[in-house]
């Protein structure tokens, strides 16, 4: 008899290029839209469609979706990266 292992997830195929979103979450609106302009312009001036996502309810936190053609995956690590690190962002998804 045969056991299925569930717990290992295969990765998913992904065809470049592709379009990719990226979820920036900060506390300055005015940064983060700064921020995304940045690192767009690093890689290239890079085409990228920026819109203004939710606000927490106490205002603490906003969310922008960042999108853009990303031509590999090592790009799309690359520009996910540089929000990681970016100062004015708290979180990337």
């Known amino acids: 008899m045969k ?3 569930n717990t290992v997830q295969e990765k998913p195929q992904i065809d470049y290029p592709a379009e990719w ?3 920036i979450i900060g506390r ?3 940064a983060l839209e700064k921020c ?3 690192i767009m312009k690093i890689e290239g001036d ?3 469609v920026c819109t203004m996502g939710n606000q927490s309810k106490t205002g603490k936190f906003t969310t922008y979706n960042a999108s ?3 031509d590999s995956e090592e790009e ?3 520009i996910f990266k540089y929000f990681e690190d970016h100062d004015d962002v ?3 998804i």
């Open 90 to 92: 708290d979180m990337v």
């Open 36 to 38: 995304i302009k940045e």
């Open 28 to 30: 300055d609106k005015e």
């Open 46 to 48: 890079k085409a990228h």
């Open 76 to 78: 799309r690590k690359r």
């Open 21 to 23: 979103g990226f979820k």
């Open 3 to 5: 056991i299925l292992d």
């Open 68 to 70: 853009c053609t990303v």
